[in-house]
């Protein structure tokens, strides 16, 4: 079992940068990989980006050059480096962990990522 906590949410002026951080705890032995998702109101959830546990990135066209993702193998912790922020990435914005040798994925509760223009 993992257990996942998202922070660093938060309101920022369109253009800013803010970072997210997402933190695994438990058996974090056999994290496969680690990815952000986000959910604007009325939209489905959609994938943002993950980090695979070999180093490998793989982002949304929508946010390719403009967010990064990054992991703290020590801390158990990836992060999401938001840049030129608009107000449509305004979003609650998920962190998933993908285990084990089934690929469970454990979700956390959110972080609330708002942009004012």
């Known amino acids: 079992q993992v257990q996942v906590v998202e922070s660093g949410g938060g309101l920022v002026q369109a253009g800013g940068s803010r970072r997210l951080s997402c933190a695994a705890s438990?058996?974090?032995?056999?994290?496969?990989?680690m990815a952000w998702y986000r959910q604007a109101p009325g939209k489905q959830r959609e994938f943002i980006a993950v980090?695979?546990?070999?180093?490998?990135?793989v982002y949304a066209d929508s946010v390719k050059g403009r967010f990064t993702i990054s992991r703290d193998k020590s801390k158990n912790t990836v992060y999401l480096q938001l840049n030129s922020l608009k107000p449509e990435d305004t979003a609650v914005y998920y962190c998933?962990?993908?285990?084990?040798?089934?690929?469970?994925?454990?979700w956390g509760q959110g972080t609330q990522v708002t942009v004012s223009s």
């Open positions: 998933t962990v993908t285990w084990g040798p089934y690929d469970n994925d454990y």
């Open positions: 438990g058996s974090t032995n056999s994290i496969n990989a």
């Open positions: 980090r695979h546990s070999g180093g490998s990135t």
